[in-house]
């Protein structure tokens, strides 16, 4: 398997993908924008061949049991997360623009405050965690020795989510500076450190703080190479003394507000999943719902990693009011929904008629049967979604935070509401009614998107309609 996944990742490969992906593009969006999304769908298609390679060696290691507990402690690290506050995005956007500027004392100004804010918010999640981890395992309801193991590598969890924020800061800055092609090439290479170091470990006879080592390891690559990075763009020294303005802190903590707040949100659907499943089902019935949940999602980010270079392009766009901006984000927006379902659908379909051969092919001795169903229900809930991102990519380049937010809204807190309430109900809570769960909201937030999108262009165009009636009027 490792041989053939290496002969896939040879340069030759490589290239003709990158062509075939450059000429289905450029035959829809053109050249820079081309140039973004085919980097996007690359690191895509790879990161999906690093999955396939992974989790079958770690069920193999590790086991069901044991991996689902390394599942709970990646779930404790989403948990983490929401010390961001949307922070890294921000960064993105507020780089980009005095990157076009050539300001680059600000661009050293916001990656130092976002420094200190992250510290801030970090420590006050972080502490918590450490101080009540007792309780936070008790949450899981698991056996006293699977406990006794989460307790143990828990502070370890919680130390690397505060330095994980610092990293999303550096490499959001790469993205910022224009070379988003390099900040998804150094995540791909510690995606594949980070696989690489947890199985060498795990073959050597360790258990499942393996795979805590390799997630620190790819992170410290990321961190370095960032650095490296931007200092040879920009020539930044980052123990020079840096400067704070009161404008800068506002934009940076206004963007990321709107952003954290979906961020928040997301934690109800697959970590609130996660830890509905294992109080209510067992800890066996997590890695099934991650192992169908997160394959689902990488077929979804085949499509949505190309789609994500539409939200900068669209910002450029938006701030123009000729007739002619408008046009083309409108046509921008409409070729990537068709281009989603004319692409994804048929491949869909293909993999769910297919899913058990798939499966067994993939995961051999460690397929469990009630995997094909449950994966099945989750290609759908993944093509919901999917329905829903070139209109919210559009939407967060207009700067209607507001509107991504009431979309994560409807996914997310109604995924809680079904959760629970098939608790309160006398049938069982299973992996599957999760995912039948998730499916319905999906397709909800996504409906309230493309609805959004066709409500902001059609207000526009009646404000264009407006305005030349009035020029005429006054000729």
């Not at 289905?24 to 769908?41: D, E, H, I, P, T």
Request: with cysteine; hydrophobic share 50%.
């Amino acid at each position: 398997m490792f041989c053939a996944f290496g002969v896939f990742l040879t340069e030759k490969s490589l290239n003709s993908i990158n062509l075939m992906i450059k000429r289905l593009f450029s035959a829809l969006f053109g050249s820079q924008l081309r140039q973004n999304m085919s980097s996007g769908v690359i690191r895509a298609v790879i990161n999906a061949a690093v999955l396939l390679v992974s989790y079958p060696l770690y069920l193999h290691y590790l086991g069901y049991e044991k991996f689902g507990l390394w599942s709970i402690l990646t779930t404790v690290l989403s948990f983490a997360q929401i010390s961001n506050i949307g922070i890294a995005q921000a960064v993105t956007k507020l780089t980009a623009e005095e990157y076009g500027r050539n300001n680059k004392k600000a661009i050293q100004a916001y990656i130092v405050m976002a420094l200190t804010i992250l510290i801030i918010s970090g420590t006050t999640v972080v502490v918590p965690m450490l101080i009540f981890k007792t309780q936070i395992v008790a949450l899981f309801k698991l056996s006293p020795a699977n406990g006794q193991i989460v307790s143990w590598l828990l502070p370890y969890i919680a130390l690397l989510s505060l330095y994980v924020l610092f990293v999303q800061v550096f490499n959001a800055t790469v993205m910022g500076l224009g070379r988003m092609d390099l900040a998804n090439s150094i995540q791909l290479i510690g995606q594949v450190l980070s696989v690489g170091s947890a199985v060498f470990l795990l073959w050597m006879g360790n258990g499942i703080e393996s795979l805590l080592i390799g997630s620190a390891l790819s992170y410290l690559f990321i961190h370095i190479v960032s650095l490296i990075i931007i200092k040879r763009i920009t020539g930044l020294h980052f123990f020079e003394k840096s400067y704070w303005k009161r404008g800068y802190l506002k934009r940076l903590l206004h963007f990321g507000a709107g952003v954290s707040g979906s961020s928040l949100l997301s934690l109800l659907v697959e970590p609130f999943t996660k830890l509905m499943l294992s109080r209510h089902v067992g800890v066996t019935a997590v890695p099934i719902f991650e192992i169908s949940f997160r394959a689902a999602v990488q077929i979804r980010a085949l499509f949505e990693s190309g789609l994500s270079a539409i939200m900068p392009e669209i910002s450029r766009l938006s701030g123009s009011v000729s007739k002619q901006a408008w046009q083309r984000i409108r046509q921008i927006t409409i070729r990537a929904m068709k281009l989603v379902v004319s692409v994804s659908f048929p491949f869909y379909t293909f993999v769910f008629i297919a899913a058990e051969f798939l499966l067994k092919l993939w995961l051999r001795q460690q397929y469990r049967p009630e995997l094909t169903s449950a994966f099945r229900i989750m290609l759908i809930a993944s093509f919901f979604s999917l329905a829903g991102v070139p209109a919210f990519h559009t939407i967060m380049g207009f700067g209607k935070v507001r509107y991504c937010l009431i979309a994560n809204s409807i996914s997310a807190l109604g995924n809680a509401v079904i959760l629970i309430s098939i608790c309160y109900l006398p049938v069982a809570l299973t992996v599957n009614r999760a995912g039948l769960g998730l499916s319905v909201v999906f397709g909800l937030s996504s409906i309230y998107l493309i609805y959004k999108f066709f409500e902001l262009v059609s207000q526009h165009d009646n404000r264009i309609t407006n305005s030349m009636s009035v020029i005429y009027q006054n000729e």
